[in-house]
């Protein structure tokens, strides 16, 4: 058995980064994981539980493809949990393909950090145990590197959507800064109509008002 763990720092704030990780596949950084589908999601006493089921590719040597197989895509199972009051979001995952054999179990947790509270914190640990065929613990060694080079595409990635979520709320905030000045620039124009109107309304009363008199 095999165990990787890693620490990486975010100069994020936890909301961002949260939001991001939802976000995070697919991704041109990380194409190993091809897509996610919720199987469920509650909410237990203000705290999101998500249970998702990943689809990815798992790329072995040829000498391990011959041992185990090689699927055209690989299944896990992720469940999570958001506690937006204590800004704490884990996700833990076990794959579901070539489960009689190989276990890979990965914990990861997003924290404030403890010195400071602008940045995030990322707790990663994976658990590696291969049973039951030939080359066992180099077949773990084998994994875990993989873990750990996903790993480091993984956090790439994550930054690649946190640039992308501020990229929409700077184009949200700018749509919404130019339809302002639209309905203020309506708003001036029908107000300027309006007025317009009532004078001309106004001269033509009096027009009148001066005939009457005469």
């Known amino acids: 058995m095999k165990i990787w763990t890693s620490e990486h720092v975010f100069n994020h704030p936890w909301e961002t980064v949260a939001q991001a990780a939802w976000r995070k596949y697919p991704n041109p950084i990380n194409t190993a994981v091809i897509g996610t589908d919720?199987?469920?999601?509650?909410?237990v006493d203000g705290v999101l539980h998500t249970?998702?089921?990943?689809?990815?590719?798992?790329?072995f040597?040829?000498?391990a493809q011959k041992l185990i197989g090689s699927p055209n895509v690989c299944y896990a199972s992720e469940k999570?949990?958001?506690?937006?009051?204590?800004?704490?979001?884990?996700?833990?995952?076990?794959?579901?393909?070539?489960?009689?054999?190989?276990s890979v179990y990965e914990t990861l947790s997003?924290?404030?950090?403890?010195?400071?509270?602008?940045?995030?914190?990322?707790?990663?640990e994976a658990t590696v145990q291969v049973e039951g065929v030939p080359l066992n613990r180099y077949m773990e060694d084998v994994l875990t590197k993989n873990i750990s080079t996903n790993a480091g595409k993984g956090r790439q990635g994550l930054e690649w959507v946190i640039g992308?979520?501020?990229?929409?709320?700077?184009?949200?905030?700018?749509s919404a800064a130019s339809s302002?000045?639209?309905i203020l620039t309506q708003t001036k124009k029908s107000l300027d109509d309006i007025t317009d109107q009532a004078?001309?309304?106004?001269?033509?009363?009096?027009?009148?008002?001066?005939?009457?008199?005469i």
């Open 51 to 59: 249970h998702r089921l990943v689809s990815s590719k798992w790329y």
């Open 110 to 124: 997003y924290v404030p950090h403890p010195t400071d509270p602008s940045k995030t914190l990322l707790k990663q």
């Open 38 to 43: 919720v199987v469920e999601r509650r909410v």
């Open 61 to 63: 040597p040829q000498w």
């Open 80 to 102: 999570s949990t958001v506690d937006p009051k204590e800004r704490l979001m884990t996700l833990k995952t076990i794959n579901l393909t070539f489960g009689s054999f190989l």
């Open 199 to 213: 004078r001309k309304s106004m001269d033509e009363l009096s027009a009148t008002a001066q005939k009457i008199h």
């Open 164 to 174: 992308k979520l501020n990229a929409e709320m700077k184009e949200l905030a700018n």
């Open 180 to 182: 302002t000045n639209e």
